[in-house]
């Protein structure tokens, strides 16, 4: 699986339709109207995400691993 930083991650969020909410420190909060998941995506710098919380987000959000590109 490919890694991809916090800040690639949130920008593929905002194209699939998730609105940044808010942002408590390093943490950038995203919801979608419809759906009760709120996806907290740590952004520190340009450090890759760890490769369980980054399968984790893509099965919340439901997209595939070729998407991360």
């Known amino acids: ?3 991809i930083s916090g800040k690639e ?9 998730w609105l940044l909410k808010r942002i408590t420190g ?8 419809g759906k ?3 996806i907290s995506v740590p952004v520190h710098k340009n450090k890759p995400l760890k490769i ?3 399968k984790h987000i ?3 959000v439901s997209i595939s ?3 991360l590109i």
């Open 26 to 33: 390093s943490h950038h909060i995203f919801v979608k109207e």
């Open 52 to 54: 369980g919380l980054l």
């Open 9 to 17: 991650l949130c920008s593929i969020l905002e194209k699939k339709g």
């Open 1 to 3: 699986m490919k890694t």
């Open 36 to 38: 009760k998941e709120r």
């Open 65 to 67: 691993e070729e998407e």
């Open 58 to 60: 893509i099965k919340l």
